[in-house]
């Protein structure tokens, strides 16, 4: 059958259950692990860098800076 490897997977919400309610100091959204630093930080990053260059942009438009 073509879904076994879907549908004959081992249950792992019991463990998730446990591992999201243990760290209640941790926001929800860093609770999975350390790969949910790197992309949440990596989200934090390109979000600063584009802001950034919106600003630094923005003032060469209000400057009167062409290129």
Do not use: C, H, W
């Not at 463990?15 to 999201?20: H, I, K, P």
């Not at 949440?40 to 438009?61: H, I, M």
């Amino acid at each position: 059958m073509a879904f076994e490897s879907i549908v004959n997977r081992r249950n792992r919400v019991p463990e998730l259950q446990r591992l999201y309610q243990t760290n209640l100091k941790a926001p929800i959204y860093l609770r999975g692990g350390p790969r949910d630093k790197i992309v949440v930080y990596g989200a934090y990053s390109l979000l600063a860098f584009g802001v950034a260059l919106t600003g630094y942009e923005f003032s060469k438009l209000l400057r009167g800076i062409k290129e």
